[in-house]
């Protein structure tokens, strides 16, 4: 019966999105206005579709309907409900049918925000598309990755999810969230295809998607963050990035995303970078179904290799497709699409635009390099390799340092160009800063070019968007008597895109120094205790206290008691759960501000009651997350609307010589 | 302009070949065991195959047994302790570096059961039942 009325709602989906396509491709072919406004409506059909086809699973899934074969695959009758919840997205078929959620969710609200522009060819083409891409993810389940397959042998009881999807309540945040992020650059993609197909590749459409490409961004750190973090807390080897190949799956369209939130204003003030900012669109978005595919075609070997399938063949035939027809659309407008501007110094806020861009793009090529490096040596040379992660690393950091810079520097140049002296004031402090942070760690002794490199960098980011900051509040100060925090949340009121990125840039601050430091000071050891036995690891004093299990239907937990001395008391566990034979470990961790003590279970109490401890001192761990944070933070202020801007009137006292600050705070801010 | 672009050019062709040498210098080749054991390749390797019942020494610290797939078995001493699910028969991938015939690993891994098997069905069944005493 479910297994029906599910089928039946993708049914609907699927024609749904053939029939918008169809009434509003004849709309623009016959030029007839209700057509258009008739194919909108589609949109809405689409998403109801979704959302029923997505509760009937959510519902088989709570009443254990074992005849279809994806909730006896997923659920067992012992799982408990968050992962009854969440097992809707457990395996391909469920996560095909989340990912159509969300993807119709944003072409509904996309839809919505331009009712009035209904009969616009730009956004009646711009949901040709997207309806496009629903189609192809309805048809997936429609044929090969059918949520509702009924088995022709109702089993008793299901298999239960991955012990991985059932360990750590994350499993409800870190899927959805990164495909939130994934699937929202669809809209961008969209626009960028519709203003290619209409001729439109002025500012317009840019404008149109800027929110939505900030709110995907801001989805996909916030999953990529997640995925860390889950990574760091559940999975239990101590880090918190691998270079897995689907790690660097999420990592692709955000590394172009950023570049592209960045280009995108070199167009909008200077008309700039046309085809490159289209580019990086359809980049994005052609990364994202990479990413599917890498994810979940089981075509290389990762720890997120949760299903094997039969849907590989059509995501590759899928991004081939898009992939073509994108650098097909690309050449058919390249003579219109030459952009009228042209830099004219290299040191110009737009040329520091450009270097960060070659370095986004740069780090992209990199990471996708050695992501598919290993698929295609199977391919044409069938030995199975992996790429070390010494490549990424030497490869990364360099340009991470010089993303560093840049991110410090280019919110200070002007556009167009710049003269010494404007740039010697400004870059006077914080350069000091710098350098005085890189003598002072340099002397105490610091370890790591790097480490030292990025903390001095930090340092300097800060200070110069600290100054920004400080200008801008001043001059307000002196323009109108505020006082410092009304001064402050007006002059952010008044341009929320600028102090958002600024906010933004101090979380990737922390976000740099968590890295390096982490990456740089960490402490590993193995200790083997018997009951009652101590062991000191860096300061730190750890008592084996004995071993505690808890068994229940879901799983079996064998706990280590661990007294940290001055800290209390810490459990790493291992898990067995009845689907599985492998165990699933479970850290124990201290987080501090400064550095976390992280433990885990590495084997459980033999004959001999020893068991082994791994113990890790992680530095700084805390500070990725909170970065993570503040770069979340910083977005949704820069989604914020700005109030009218309210300008500083730049009368300044002497005519002959214009305050430099005013002039800043008031440049700066435009 | 023109030299302009060619620099840009020059400097991009730099780039991706010191990329290129720093990928080549990386890559680690997983080969099963039998393979493995006919190349004795120089750089740093991964090899694939079943841990041999009944020659497993040591646990905590390092451990030292013999792995087998395709009829072929080889040495291996691993630094560092195994998993909790390092046992006979156990399907494991080791990485590290050949010393004369024994391979020393620093890194060993266990390959999960059904849910995780590599996609191409690879199998290790040339490791004899975990009953014929086994360690």
């Not at chain 1, 996909?220 to 790690?247: K, R």
Request: hydrophobic fraction near 50%.
């Amino acid at each position: 019966m479910r297994s029906a009325l599910g089928y039946l709602a993708i049914a609907v989906g699927t024609a749904g999105s053939v029939l918008g396509i169809a009434t509003l491709g004849a709309g623009l072919h016959l030029r007839r206005d209700s057509l258009l406004r008739a194919g909108r409506r589609y949109v809405g059909v689409v998403f109801v579709a979704a959302i029923c086809a997505f509760a009937i699973m959510e519902s088989a899934l709570f009443a254990h309907d074992f005849s279809i074969k994806y909730v006896a695959g997923n659920v067992a009758r012992a799982t408990p409900g968050l992962y009854t919840f969440t097992a809707a997205w457990a395996a391909l078929e469920g996560s095909i049918l989340l990912w159509v959620l969300a993807l119709t969710g944003y072409l509904a609200v996309t839809t919505w925000h331009f009712r009035a522009r209904a009969t616009d060819p730009l956004v009646a083409w711009a949901t040709i598309v997207a309806l496009g891409v629903t189609l192809f993810f309805f048809a997936l389940m429609l044929g090969p990755a059918n949520p509702f397959e009924e088995l022709s042998r109702v089993p008793v009881d299901g298999t239960g999810p991955n012990p991985l999807l059932q360990n750590h309540p994350l499993v409800a945040f870190h899927p959805p969230m990164l495909y939130l992020g994934y699937v929202g650059f669809t809209i961008p993609f969209s626009f960028a295809v519709a203003a290619l197909i209409t001729g439109r590749f002025g500012e317009g459409w840019l404008a149109d998607v800027r929110r939505t490409t900030l709110v995907a961004w801001a989805f996909l750190t916030v999953g990529i963050i997640l995925g860390a973090w889950w990574s760091y807390e559940v999975l239990g080897w101590g880090g918190y990035w691998g270079w897995d190949p689907v790690e660097n799956a999420s990592l692709l369209p955000w590394l172009t995303g950023t570049a592209f939130i960045h280009s995108v204003m070199v167009q909008e003030r200077r008309g700039m970078l046309r085809v490159w900012n289209i580019s990086l669109v359809l980049a994005t978005f052609c990364l994202t179904i990479l990413g599917t595919f890498l994810t979940r075609s089981g075509v290389v070997e990762s720890v997120h290799s949760f299903s094997e399938s039969s849907i590989g063949p059509w995501l590759l035939a899928f991004l081939g497709v898009v992939a073509l027809g994108c650098v097909a659309l690309i050449s058919w407008r390249a003579d219109k699409l030459r952009s009228p501007g042209r830099i004219d110094s290299p040191v110009s806020r737009e040329a520091a635009f450009l270097v960060n861009n070659l370095l986004f793009a740069g780090f992209a090529l990199v990471v996708l390099t050695g992501t598919v490096f290993p698929l295609l040596a199977e391919a044409f040379q069938d030995r199975r390799l992996t790429v070390g992660e010494p490549y990424f690393e030497r490869m990364g950091v360099p340009i991470g340092i010089a993303l560093l810079f840049f991110m410090a520097v280019g919110p200070l140049l002007p556009w167009r160009a710049t003269s010494g002296d404007v740039l010697r004031r400004r870059l006077l402090v914080p350069a000091w800063v710098g350098a005085i942070t890189l003598v002072v760690l340099v002397v105490a002794g610091a370890d790591g070019v790097a480490q030292v490199v990025a903390f001095s960098l930090g340092a300097f980011a800060l200070t110069s968007i600290g100054r920004t900051v400080v200008i801008g509040i001043r001059a307000r100060r002196r323009a109108r008597a505020e006082s410092v925090p009304v001064a402050a949340v007006r002059m952010v009121r008044g341009n929320t895109r600028l102090y958002g990125g600024l906010i933004v840039h101090v979380g990737v601050v922390l976000v740099a120094v968590a890295l390096a430091a982490s990456q740089g000071y960490v402490v590993k050891r193995e200790v083997t205790l018997t009951e009652g036995e101590s062991a000191t690891v860096r300061g730190y004093t750890l008592t084996y206290l004995g071993t505690e299990i808890d068994r229940s239907p879901q799983k079996t937990t064998v706990k280590a008691l661990v007294d940290v001395e001055g800290l209390g008391e810490y459990a790493p566990a291992i898990s067995t759960f009845p689907n599985s034979r492998g165990g699933i470990g479970t850290p124990s961790v201290h987080t501090g501000f400064r550095e976390d003590l992280y433990l885990t279970l590495i084997s459980s109490p033999n004959e001999t009651g020893t068991v082994t401890l791994g113990v890790q001192v992680n530095p700084m761990i805390v500070w990725l997350w909170i970065g993570g944070g503040v770069m979340v933070l910083g977005t949704i202020v820069a989604l914020i609307p700005a109030r009218r801007r309210s300008r500083v009137p730049v009368t300044s006292e002497s005519p002959e010589s214009p305050d430099s600050e005013l002039v800043e705070a008031v440049e700066v801010a435009t | 302009m023109r030299v302009r672009w060619a620099v840009v050019a020059v400097g991009c062709l730099a780039v991706a070949g010191m990329g290129f040498v720093v990928l080549k210098n990386n890559v680690v080749y997983l080969d099963p065991v039998s393979e493995a054991v006919a190349d004795k390749a120089d750089g740093r390797t991964r090899i694939g195959g079943a841990v041999v019942p009944g020659t497993i020494d040591g646990r905590e610290g390092a451990v030292a047994f013999e792995m087998t797939e395709g009829g072929v078995v080889m040495d291996v001493v691993h630094e560092g302790s195994p998993p909790d699910l390092f046992e006979a028969c156990a399907p494991v991938v080791v990485e590290g570096r050949w010393a004369g015939n024994t391979f020393e690993s620093d890194r060993l891994l266990i390959r999960h059961g059904n849910e995780y098997e590599p996609p191409d069905g690879e199998s290790y069944d040339d490791c004899p039942d975990a009953g014929d005493g086994s360690g």
